[in-house]
């Protein structure tokens, strides 16, 4: 074999190896600063769950996922589980702010109806104020 060609092997070999390295460490490390990087190489991001499988469990997950065009690259942040009655407790809690997020929402709907209800009736009543100043004025001018 010449040397260019058994280096061209290395250097193949070489990058096999790196792909096969980053495609099987689900908790692959950054040397320098401790974060955890998606197989895209991009620190991974922080997340949770709102599952009910997995209330409010942090997961690391490639910064691109959200866009579409992520790696897919997942790992718990934090390593067990919590029990069931934190699990409960957490679903119980996270309903309870869903709903009184609907309630907000509705809320939110029914203020800006309202207010518009009022800017007509008061277009209304400077309406009927003018009328009954340029009557006034008929009568009495």
């Not at 709907?109 to 007509?120: G, W």
Request: net charge positive; glycine share 4%.
């Amino acid at each position: 074999m010449s040397s260019s060609s058994s280096s061209r092997f290395l250097r193949i070999s070489t990058t096999k190896n790196l792909k096969m390295e980053l495609g099987s460490s689900s908790s692959r490390k950054s040397r320098n600063s401790g974060h955890k990087l998606c197989f895209c190489g991009l620190k991974a991001s922080i997340n949770q769950a709102w599952t009910d499988k997995n209330p409010a469990r942090r997961f690391y997950g490639c910064p691109r996922f959200k866009f579409g065009n992520g790696c897919k690259y997942f790992s718990w942040f934090d390593e067990e589980e919590g029990t069931e009655w934190q699990k409960k407790a957490l679903i119980e809690a996270r309903d309870e702010i869903r709903k009184k997020d609907r309630i907000i929402e509705q809320l939110k709907v029914t203020i800006a109806e309202m207010r518009s209800d009022l800017e007509k009736k008061q277009m209304e009543t400077v309406k009927d104020e003018d009328e009954i100043v340029r009557q006034f004025e008929e009568c009495f001018v």
